[in-house]
């Protein structure tokens, strides 16, 4: 015999935003570290690179937590509209690959089907 039961009558709400985790790499001292600059300010920074621009050294923020919030929102509002950009950009000869992720291959196997 099968029974429902009511776990919560009024689901609890936060106004937190979830977490989420939009960078694909594991982090990396080279690009999140905690230092002092060149006029004396403490704390922790992030190290932008993108292909064709100079390096670009973002902070410092009074966290790890904070620094890595703010690269998360930066992945997240620019890696959207940038990559789907270039994917539109390419022409029959171009090739858009993730460097180190093996690519996907599709093809019918013997007995499989469609």
Do not use: H
Request: glycine share 8%; net charge negative.
């Amino acid at each position: 015999m099968n029974t429902l039961q009511v776990v919560a009558d009024n689901p609890v709400r936060t106004d937190e935003k979830p977490a989420r985790i939009w960078r694909e790499q594991p982090l990396s001292e080279d690009w999140l570290f905690q230092a002092t600059d060149e006029r004396g300010c403490e704390g922790w920074f992030l190290r932008l690179c993108i292909t064709g621009l100079y390096p670009r050294r973002v902070g410092p923020f009074p966290s790890r937590a904070e620094a890595l919030a703010v690269l998360e929102d930066f992945i997240l509002t620019c890696d959207r509209e940038v990559l789907c950009e270039l994917q539109n950009s390419m022409d029959g000869n171009s090739v858009y690959v993730i460097e180190g992720i093996p690519t996907l291959t599709a093809g019918r196997t013997e007995g499989g089907s469609r």
